[in-house]
């Protein structure tokens, strides 16, 4: 199974590191969705079909806390987990981050195994099945004997 992924963040820098380390981490993507704001994402959530949300917390126009608030109240959203991604580091935002319903957490800057697990985990548990990487292509041998063109 591959997931659509929406990436929220401010920064098209941060966006594209984002991908890339989804990317990197294995996960079966389907299609990377961009938001710039939480504005737009609810835009793209709206007329796509979207399995995660990774956010920022702290981005003009709509925050991802405001995001968060919204995708929860609507009962065609609410079924799909976000998870932050920022800088933020008050522990009262993410208390209260956890009581609005965030399905994970990673600060920035982060490692590309720590989004790994904590989105293999959200998935895992979101989807009630087990996560996979693709599997990779096998390493040539050497010996053609056998190729067919």
């Known amino acids: 199974m591959a997931f659509n992924i929406l990436v929220a963040d401010d920064s098209a820098t941060m966006r594209v590191v984002i991908k890339k380390t989804v ?16 504005k737009e994402a609810l835009e793209i959530l709206e007329n796509n079909w979207i ?26 959203f609410k079924r799909i987990p976000l998870i932050f991604i920022t800088t933020e580091s008050s522990e009262a ?6 009581k609005l319903g965030v399905a994970g957490y990673v600060k920035k800057p982060f490692q590309p195994e720590t989004i790994k697990k904590i989105l293999y985990e ?24 056998d190729m067919d063109f």
């Not at 389907?30 to 938001?35: H, L, T, V």
């Open 122 to 145: 959200v998935l895992e548990k979101a989807f009630q099945h087990t996560v996979e990487a693709p599997p990779q292509p096998a390493a040539e041998s050497g010996d053609d004997d």
């Open 51 to 76: 399995d995660v949300i990774l956010s920022d917390i702290n981005m003009p126009v709509m925050g991802g806390m405001e995001l968060l608030r919204e995708v929860m109240a609507n009962e065609d």
């Open 23 to 38: 990317e990197m981490a294995g996960v079966p993507v389907g299609r990377f969705f961009d938001a710039a704001h939480g």
């Open 93 to 98: 935002r993410m208390d209260e981050a956890r």
